[in-house]
């Protein structure tokens, strides 16, 4: 039974763009997030004016913010193991963090009135927005160009590494 992938358990090799987007993503945002809440006397109120919510470095946050950074990063973590699943919350990340960036940069203060938008935070999810989308919308040859082929031979199976095809 020949297979395209190289499929041991519920993991694949993490060494697609989109799994490094989904672990480097989802790596910075828990930590940024994470960081924020134990630094920061952050609220969970809505927000009025950005300049009066604390800074974490160059971020402006809020509790709902940090929350928000934890979550999208956490379910990075979790999808990172599966190209289909990394490439699922690539793309998801990006439309969130697109959302995010415009409505940040329109209001200037916050995003549905609970999460801190200053130009750092637009900038951040603007970055993340576009590296989202272009690591999930990458085609799947150019996720993984050399992906092992399994072939079986008189019982055995062997491991042969082939190129892509290019098209």
């Given amino acids: 039974m020949p297979s395209t992938t190289a499929r ?9 763009p989109a799994q490094a987007y989904a672990v480097i993503a989802g790596l910075f945002l828990v930590a ?3 960081l924020s809440l134990i630094f920061e006397s952050v609220s969970f109120g ?3 004016a950005v300049s009066a919510q604390p800074d ?5 946050v809020s509790g709902w913010t940090t929350i928000f950074w934890i979550v999208i990063g956490g379910l990075g973590l979790v ?5 289909d699943s990394a490439r699922t919350y690539a793309l998801f990340a990006g439309i969130v963090f697109a959302v995010a960036c415009v409505w940040g940069f329109i209001d200037g203060n916050n995003v549905v009135s609970l999460i801190a938008a200053d130009t750092t935070d637009n900038i951040t999810h603007g970055v993340l927005a576009a590296l989202g989308l272009l690591a999930g919308l990458l085609p799947r040859a150019a996720q993984r160009p050399r992906e092992e082929r399994f072939t079986r031979d008189a019982g055995t199976v062997s491991r042969r590494r082939h190129a892509t095809p290019q098209h």
Avoid: Y
């Fill in 8 to 16: 041991r358990g519920l993991l694949e090799r993490p060494d697609s």
């Fill in 32 to 34: 940024l997030g994470v």
């Fill in 56 to 60: 974490f470095l160059i971020w402006a």
């Fill in 46 to 48: 809505s927000i009025g």
């Fill in 79 to 83: 999808a990172a193991g599966r190209l």
